[in-house]
């Protein structure tokens, strides 16, 4: 029997929690350890696995034996997880990518180091992703688009044909980036937003939350005859 790869987890938090279950679940590789910066370490234990300080991480889990995934959320514009894509680099570490069995990437999609492709995500042939590319099911990257470092697309964004994006970037859950379009580094593209023009630098765009209706649910359940349905 093959062995698995083995490999360190960098994150203890929700992000890794899913990463893990895929890793555990649904991969050919065995995570054998968690590591974290040491100021935040709480246990020696995470999931079942030891949490080594990543200051040690070399001692205990040396490069030469194990590859390293950094499962890190988007804080600071994703700023914080290629900051850690580096650290781990720079100690020697090959980051894997995790790509869902089911994600149905096409067989020319090409893609960097540290990247995560949940299942039911839709990508279409002649897509790029960079280094550090998170995408999550449901969301929808166009053809011949290319998404660049460091980005999160999360469920249910749609970027279209032939849009190009600068690293550093979000979009949120219904986002919609036309054909075409470019979108610049370090963009928040929020949820529902619907981008049809190139972007500068640093932009954030917003859709208002729906106001509440002025009757109550139980009104409005009378009024609409909803409960005969």
């Known amino acids: 029997m093959k062995h698995k790869k083995q490999i360190v987890l960098f994150g203890a938090g929700k992000i890794a929690e899913i990463l893990l279950y895929y890793l555990r679940n649904d991969s050919a590789y065995e995570v054998a350890a968690c590591t974290i910066d040491k100021e935040f370490i709480q246990s020696d234990k995470w999931n079942d696995l030891p949490i080594i300080p990543f200051e040690e991480i070399q001692v205990t889990h040396p490069s030469?034996?194990?590859?390293?995934?950094?499962?890190?959320?988007?804080q600071q514009m994703n700023?914080?997880?290629?900051?850690?894509?580096q650290e781990a680099k720079d100690k020697g570490y090959q980051l894997i990518s995790y790509?869902?069995?089911?994600?149905?990437?096409?067989?020319?999609?090409?893609?960097?180091?540290?990247?995560?492709?949940?299942?039911?995500?839709?990508?279409?042939?002649?897509?790029?992703?960079?280094?550090?590319?998170?995408?999550?099911?449901?969301a929808m990257v166009g053809h011949h688009s290319v998404i660049g470092d460091h980005c999160w697309v999360t469920s249910c964004a749609?970027?279209?044909?032939?849009?190009?994006?600068?690293?550093?970037?979000?979009?949120a859950v219904n986002s919609t980036v036309v054909h075409g379009?470019?979108?610049a580094s370090r963009c928040f593209i929020g949820?529902?937003?619907?981008?049809?023009?190139?972007?500068?630098?640093?932009?954030?765009?917003?859709t208002s939350s729906t106001?509440?209706?002025r009757l109550n649910s139980d009104q409005f359940l009378r009024m609409s005859n909803f409960d005969d349905l």
């Open 158 to 171: 749609n970027i279209s044909g032939v849009v190009k994006t600068g690293p550093n970037c979000f979009f």
């Open 181 to 183: 379009v470019k979108i």
């Open 211 to 213: 106001p509440a209706f």
């Open 64 to 74: 030469t034996d194990f590859d390293m995934f950094v499962a890190l959320g988007y």
């Open 191 to 206: 949820a529902n937003t619907l981008i049809t023009k190139c972007t500068d630098p640093d932009e954030v765009y917003l």
């Open 79 to 85: 700023s914080i997880r290629a900051t850690k894509c």
């Open 99 to 138: 790509i869902h069995p089911d994600a149905g990437l096409p067989k020319d999609c090409t893609f960097g180091e540290n990247c995560f492709v949940m299942q039911n995500a839709l990508v279409h042939p002649r897509v790029v992703l960079g280094n550090n590319v998170f995408i999550w099911s449901g």
